[in-house]
């Protein structure tokens, strides 16, 4: 059996939407609670879920890999 190879460039990019999603959840005024509804943290690994498979099956463009000549 062949093992699947991953989409490296959508693991990137889904690795980046997660830091930048957190630190806008987490933004908040000095001195108060980020006030956020329970749903925006689940956007965290749905996107990333979202952004690895359309790198994976849609799109299957690869930045990080060589090509074999």
Do not use: H, Q
Request: glycine share 4%; with cysteine; proline share 9%.
């Amino acid at each position: 059996m062949r093992k699947k190879e991953r989409n490296v460039t959508g693991i990137v990019l889904a690795v980046i939407y997660c830091i930048v999603l957190f630190e806008i959840l987490i933004d908040a005024p000095p001195g108060e609670a980020p006030n956020n509804p329970p749903w925006a943290y689940a956007m965290i690994p749905l996107g990333a879920v979202v952004i690895t498979s359309l790198f994976d099956f849609v799109i299957k463009f690869d930045f990080f890999k060589k090509k074999k000549k």
